[in-house]
């Protein structure tokens, strides 16, 4: 719970990375003081899926998985099944709210040409429309290992877009919910905050794809556009999470377990 408003992680598929070969220039010693963040394998877990946000008569989707599909291994195809044991099918979702347009975000949003969740408003920020849906509408994007992932934003959401909305400025958005920019993985890559009296979440999205970029603002990132502004939009997150209180979601975390950012011992920490 964020004060009255319900979070919840739905789970699309998982799987598990060589940390070395995830984040590019990383090392076992680099790796060995993050410990904490693999697994009894020394493995790097991975999640797909999105996050559930239930606040007054709205069922909010942040982002819609990946889909029936395979992405560098990872199966996705459990957001559904998962969303049926929170309480919800896809007919009660009342609004997609996009973090970005990648193939891993937007993969429940239509299934075989018809909108998934039918009663649902779409939305994402007017510079990712751009980016996606006009600029680059024609350029597939291809992972290796995909295996029936959408190859294109546009002709995968063409089934809603009488449904879907545009917002060009931070704030808020729906209630309990606002948006912030957070450009360089996407150009209109957007954060979500989730407010409720005193207490208050953030949604990253993927300008963060592991808990070890929040703590380290050196480390490399992973599928960013334009590398050099996503390190300073994760950096300024970072600064601005830091001992905050604020619960920290992202669209990768392990099994959607949100966290918080701490200091201790001269160094940041990532607690769930």
């Not at 060995?32 to 991975?46: I, K, S, V, Y």
């Not at 199966?75 to 970005?100: C, F, P, Q, S, W």
């Not at 209109?188 to 808990?211: F, K, N, Q």
């Amino acid at each position: 719970m964020v004060g009255d408003i319900r979070l919840d992680g739905v789970v699309d598929g998982e799987g598990r990375f060589q940390p070395t070969k995830t984040f590019r220039g990383s090392t076992p010693e680099m790796w060995e003081q993050h410990r904490d963040l693999l697994d009894a394998d020394g493995m790097l877990p991975f999640t797909m899926g999105a996050f559930l946000v239930r606040t007054g008569d709205r069922a909010v989707l942040v982002d819609s998985g990946l889909g029936d599909a395979t992405v560098m291994g990872i199966a996705g195809g459990r957001m559904l099944e998962n969303l049926a044991k929170l309480g919800l099918g896809a007919g009660d979702i009342t609004d997609v709210l996009y973090t970005h347009l990648h193939t891993d975000h937007i993969g429940w949003s239509t299934v075989d040409g018809s909108p998934t969740f039918p009663n649902a408003t779409h939305r994402c920020h007017a510079n990712e429309w751009q980016h996606f849906m006009v600029d680059t509408k024609d350029v597939d994007e291809v992972y290796a290992g995909s295996v029936n992932a959408p190859r294109n934003a546009f002709h995968h959401l063409n089934a809603v877009l009488e449904r879907f909305e545009t917002f060009d400025s931070d704030g808020p958005l729906l209630p309990g919910i606002d948006v912030q920019a957070a450009p360089g993985h996407t150009p209109g890559s957007t954060v979500v905050i989730i407010s409720s009296g005193t207490e208050r979440a953030m949604l990253l999205g993927d300008a963060v794809h592991c808990p070890v970029q929040l703590l380290d603002a050196e480390w490399a990132a992973l599928f960013d556009l334009d590398p050099v502004l996503a390190r300073r939009t994760r950096n300024a997150l970072a600064a601005e999470l830091e001992n905050s209180g604020t619960t920290v979601g992202f669209s990768h975390v392990p099994h959607l377990t949100p966290g918080r950012v701490i200091s201790a011992e001269g160094r940041r920490r990532w607690v769930l």
